[in-house]
């Protein structure tokens, strides 16, 4: 299996541009997760799905990002218009099941630098 | 809400002595899991070892094992025999396991050296 995908693993844009991140979760898996790293924040959950339907996104900023996952094989997130405080890495993890304690496996990341 | 604190922003351990990393949390509920998981360099979150809070038993995985307290909500990882490789960020995490919300609460994480 080759693990959550992401891409692109780095991605550097100017402030005010349309940034789209890209997660193709485990295969079999029907839950997926965004979360955010900053130094200043830690890690943080923007959203998650459960069998492609957004069940919880308290945790995105603001109307500038919005996520999607139109079929069990991909994830968007998208922000636009981008900006500097944007700028951290961005993980994708997914796992089987909802409730259960079952490991949820993580992507490599995107590294966002936003100018 | 949940939250997860760690407290040791960093810690040193020399190679192939024991070091523990220390964690605690704050819920309402009784039934969950906690987790510890390990971002080397290379960023990629990889787990240690995950606890369920209805077993009394301490979690081990090798050279790593918890040191579980429910009733002080308290969760350290010990690490016996360090190795270089095992230089990394160390998060505790915590998961509910009654609540249909799936997400994982993450602590400040603590940054272990290993000194050769």
């Known amino acids: 299996d080759a693990g959550v995908i992401q891409s692109p693993r780095h991605e550097v844009t100017e402030m005010g541009q349309e940034v789209t991140l890209r997660c193709k979760p485990i295969?079999?898996?029907?839950?997926l997760f965004w979360y955010r790293q900053t130094m200043m924040r830690g890690l943080e959950l923007l959203i998650y799905?459960?069998?492609?339907?957004?069940?919880?996104d308290s945790g995105m900023p603001e109307d500038r990002f919005s996520a999607k996952m139109p079929n069990a094989s991909f994830s968007t997130l998208k922000i636009q218009p981008s900006e500097p405080r944007d700028s951290a890495v961005y993980f994708c993890?997914?796992?089987?099941?909802?409730?259960?304690?079952?490991?949820?496996?993580f992507g490599p990341g995107t590294r966002l630098t936003v100018l | 809400a949940q939250t997860v604190t760690q407290s040791q922003p960093e810690m040193s351990v020399q190679e192939a002595e024991t070091v523990t990393l220390s964690c605690t949390y704050d819920t309402s509920e009784s039934d969950y899991y906690l987790f510890w998981y390990k971002q080397p360099p290379s960023r990629q979150m990889i787990l240690v070892i995950r606890?369920?809070?209805?077993?009394?038993q301490n979690a081990t995985e090798n050279r790593f094992s918890v040191n579980f307290q429910k009733a002080a909500k308290s969760f350290s990882l010990k690490i016996s025999d360090s190795q270089l490789g095992d230089a990394a960020m160390y998060f505790c995490?915590?998961?509910?396991?009654?609540?249909?919300?799936?997400?994982?609460?993450f602590g400040e994480g603590t940054q272990l050296t290993v000194n050769p």
């Open positions: 995490a915590y998961r509910s396991r009654e609540t249909s919300g799936s997400r994982l609460t």
């Open positions: 606890q369920e809070a209805y077993k009394q």
């Open positions: 799905f459960n069998n492609n339907v957004p069940i919880d």
């Open positions: 993890a997914s796992t089987l099941g909802r409730k259960t304690g079952t490991e949820q496996f």
């Open positions: 295969s079999g898996h029907n839950s």
